[in-house]
């Protein structure tokens, strides 16, 4: 809790008489450098005061340094390329998020780098013989399966491999990977960090300062640089993050269990269901149990009525939002039944959304 009074707070101590409290948003290409060697921003591929001061927040939120990127894929890239060499294995999730996978097949496996793939259930217990990296993503999207990740960590580091975890679905406010031995967390602040469905933003953070040189160096040399307005509404949308994922989650928790004892939806799956498969390292491992929920309704056509006649769910892809969205994830050909649905929850009152929810299920 101190972390994120400290986050609120982090620009006091800097702070002169007549200063912004918000930080100042510094739209600039180049910057005065009359003298070359004296240090300070002069061009903002390079760095810019508007990441430093996101950079810095973020650094408190994660508790360890932070490289920001334009776009969660960015980050994903930028971390993969700065620890993967030619020749060298990859271990992804079979059942994480699909551009990651396509991402390793299209640019990782032609500069001879091999990627094989696990469901996230099996990495807990995996062998990561012969592996340079071991990628998890857990609760999975979209299927919120998880692995144990001190479990994962103390296998891989074994096998000499640097595991790397995208904590997009949980944040740090949920989860806290870096503290169970991973050595890079990536994230796409495109969802809950910024949380308002208007930008794309991604970042990494470790304690390997090697590590992170050479994240910062690749964002540097591939020019994978986020804008200075992108990161300042990332800023504040991370303000309230906490404020917004304690909604959030407390809202899933009770739709979860009444969409559980509904008549009319199949398969529930979310980590705070005693009887969920993830359950109990979900317990042991995340701080809450995240505002991602799937159902599975009878076929496609009920589950796009559904979508179509609740009027507090936005029919959108991603997640983490202030408003309540959900789709139908077999309509981008993941391996789910046709009636499964992702739904996010968002920050309305819990009592009015579960009304409205509850008014557009089938009977049964
Ligand atoms: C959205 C997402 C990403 C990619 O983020 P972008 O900002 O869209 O590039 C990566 N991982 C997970 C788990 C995501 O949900």
Same mark, same amino acid.
């Given at each position: ?6 986050? #609120?707070?982090?620009?006091?101590? *800097?702070? +002169? ?48 340094? %932070? ?78 399966? /998880? ?15 640097? %595991? ?5 679905? $949980?944040?740090?406010? &949920?989860?806290?990977? &870096? ?6 967390? /990536? ?23 090697? %590590?992170?040189? =050479?994240?910062?160096?690749? *964002?540097? #040399? @591939? ?9 300042? #509404? ?10 917004? $994922?304690?909604? $959030? ?36 491992? $995340? ?30 892809? @991603? ?8 789709? =139908?994830?077999? *309509? ?12 996010? +929850? ?14 557009? &299920?089938?009977?049964?």
């Amino acid at each position: 809790m101190d972390r994120y009074a400290a986050m #609120l707070h982090h620009r006091k101590a *800097r702070l +002169v008489q007549g200063d912004p409290i918000a930080p100042p948003l510094v739209s600039a290409a180049t910057f005065h450098v009359p003298d070359h060697a004296n240090g300070g921003y002069s061009y903002s591929r390079a760095g810019s005061p508007t990441w430093d001061e996101l950079e810095g927040q973020l650094a408190l939120l994660e508790d360890a340094p %932070v490289v920001a990127f334009p776009s969660g894929m960015a980050a994903i890239s930028a971390a993969l390329m700065a620890v993967l060499r030619a020749g060298q294995k990859v271990v992804l999730p079979s059942d994480g998020y699909y551009t990651t996978r396509l991402f390793a097949e299209e640019f990782l496996k032609p500069f001879g780098v091999t990627a094989t793939y696990l469901p996230t259930v099996e990495f807990s217990t995996a062998d990561f013989a012969g592996a340079a990296a071991v990628f998890i993503e857990t609760p999975s999207n979209p299927g919120l399966d /998880v692995c144990d990740i001190a479990a994962v960590v103390a296998r891989a580091h074994a096998a000499g491999a640097v %595991v790397i975890a995208d904590n997009t679905t $949980m944040t740090p406010v &949920l989860q806290r990977p &870096l503290d169970l031995g991973v050595d890079v967390v /990536v994230a796409a602040d495109t969802k809950a960090p910024s949380g308002h469905s208007d930008l794309l933003f991604g970042h990494v953070a470790s304690r390997n300062a090697a %590590v992170l040189d =050479r994240v910062r160096n690749w *964002r540097r #040399l @591939s020019g994978a640089v986020p804008g200075a307005f992108e990161a300042w #509404l990332v800023h504040r949308g991370v303000e309230t993050l906490e404020v917004r $994922m304690a909604r $959030m989650c407390a809202s899933a928790g009770v739709i979860a269990e009444r969409l559980a004892g509904h008549p009319g939806v199949r398969r529930v799956r979310y980590p705070g269901l005693p009887d969920d498969p993830s359950h109990a390292i979900a317990k042991r491992q $995340m701080a809450g149990f995240g505002f991602l929920i799937s159902f599975t309704l009878a076929d496609a056509g009920v589950a796009e009525k559904f979508l179509a006649d609740c009027p507090f769910i936005v029919q959108s892809t @991603s997640f983490g939002a202030t408003h309540t969205s959900a789709e =139908r994830r077999a *309509r981008w050909g993941d391996m789910v039944p046709e009636g499964f649905i992702r739904m996010s +929850v968002g920050i309305e009152p819990t009592e009015p959304l579960w009304a409205a929810i509850a008014a557009a &299920l089938p009977e049964n």
